[in-house]
């Protein structure tokens, strides 16, 4: 009817001199995003809306921080394992007996997130060390792989308290620690996730690094 009000959306091409006028019947239907840009940076466009990422990737004992529009989740203090498919108090029997033995995959690269679910999908969990004896293990294990100047995924973080721990297991860092100089630094206030790191042939050593980079991940498991 002539009472109803039509709102024109003009999308203008500029580059072609060309503009299309079409019309809408209420703005609301309208995408608020294509892409996570579209959105506010604690935001991330999930169909078509700017919402939340947490609830959707989140589950049960987790804390979740949005950063450029990526979701951080981590096991809330006293809670330990995978944060995607929840987190429970202490640790599983069988992480705690046994011989460990260090697995490092060499095939694919993947963001700190996905290395806990790779690892956790074959039985195992992402890397802890808790003794410079384990920090060499792992150390033999990539240096058979024969990759140089590489990174590899720990499942160390700084998240959600800001103090380093074991993030499958839920404990702090040994005093043992094999940072390389000058790191632990947090560059760009986005390093919160645990890598052995090589730069310019040196060897291996611990770099923080930006969780949703994609390296190698270490995984481990006991017999």
Not at 136 to 157: A, H, M, P
Request: glycine content about 8%.
């Amino acid at each position: 009817s002539a009472a109803r009000l039509f709102q024109v959306l003009v999308l203008c091409v500029f580059t072609n001199a060309i503009c299309i006028l079409a019309g809408v019947h209420n703005l609301s239907t309208l995408p608020q995003c294509i892409t996570n840009e579209d959105c506010d940076d604690l935001r991330t466009c999930i169909e078509l809306k700017c919402q939340d990422p947490c609830p959707a990737v989140c589950q049960g004992n987790v804390s979740c921080e949005v950063h450029n529009h990526q979701p951080y989740c981590g096991c809330k203090p006293g809670f330990s394992g995978n944060p995607f498919t929840g987190c429970q108090q202490g640790c599983p029997d069988r992480f705690s007996l046994g011989r460990k033995v260090y697995k490092v995959e060499r095939f694919m690269k993947v963001n700190w997130f996905a290395a806990i679910v790779h690892c956790q999908n074959h039985g195992w969990r992402l890397a802890t060390i808790n003794s410079k004896e384990e920090n060499d293990l792992i150390k033999e294990e990539i240096r058979k792989t024969r990759l140089r100047n590489d990174g590899f995924w720990t499942s160390g973080t700084s998240y959600p308290t800001g103090q380093w721990i074991w993030m499958v297991s839920g404990t702090p860092f040994p005093e043992f620690a094999d940072w390389e100089p000058g790191e632990p630094n947090n560059a760009h206030s986005n390093e919160h996730c645990l890598e052995f790191q090589e730069r310019n042939g040196n060897g291996y050593k611990w770099n923080d690094r930006s969780c949703v980079d994609k390296t190698f991940p270490i995984c481990e498991y006991f017999e």
